[in-house]
Nanobody, 130 residues
Framework: QVQLVESGGGSVQAGGSLRLSCADS????????MGWFRRAPGKEREFVAGINWDGGSVYIADSVKGRFTISRDNARNSAKNTVHLQMNSLKPEDTAVYYC???????????????????WGQGTQVTVSS
C-alpha cells in the first residue's frame, strides 16, 4: 500500500525558497508518475508539477514555471523513494497546502488531471508573506 508523507513546508518571506519532499516506503512508488498539487484558501486544488516514473518527462504549471522544479530519487534497492519540489522566488500567491500524489496507471508521461492520482499525502502548509 502506497503511503505518501510530505515534509518541508513552512513560512517564508516573498522571494525566499522552500524544498518540499514526499516519501513512500512502497517499492511500487518508483514505477509511478508523481505530481504536486496545491489548494489555496477558497480555491480548488490545482496541479503544480509532475514527473513520470523515470524522471524523463516533467511538466510544470505555467503559474510556477521558471520558479519551481520537480525531481525524484528512485531507489530500487532501498525501502524509500522520494520526490522533491524545489520552490524558488516564492510569492504570496503561492501560499497553499501542498500535496504530493501518485498516479499508478503506468503512463509514460505526466498528466495534470487530478482524477488519475489515486494516492495522496496529507498535505503540508506553505505560507509566503509579503
Amino acid at each position: 500500500q502506497v503511503q505518501l508523507v510530505e515534509s518541508g513546508g513552512g513560512s517564508v518571506q516573498a522571494g525566499g525558497s522552500l524544498r518540499l519532499s514526499c516519501a513512500d516506503s512502497s517499492r511500487t512508488f518508483s514505477g509511478y508518475a508523481m505530481g504536486w498539487f496545491r489548494r489555496a484558501p477558497g480555491k480548488e486544488r490545482e496541479f503544480v508539477a509532475g514527473i513520470n516514473w523515470d524522471g524523463g518527462s516533467v511538466y510544470i504549471a505555467d503559474s510556477v514555471k521558471g520558479r519551481f522544479t520537480i525531481s525524484r530519487d528512485n531507489a530500487r534497492n532501498s525501502a524509500k523513494n522520494t520526490v522533491h519540489l524545489q520552490m524558488n522566488s516564492l510569492k504570496p500567491e503561492d501560499t497553499a497546502v501542498y500535496y504530493c500524489a501518485a498516479d499508478p496507471s503506468n503512463r509514460l508521461d505526466v498528466t495534470t488531471e487530478l482524477g488519475y492520482y489515486d494516492y495522496w499525502g496529507q498535505g503540508t502548509q506553505v505560507t509566503v508573506s509579503s
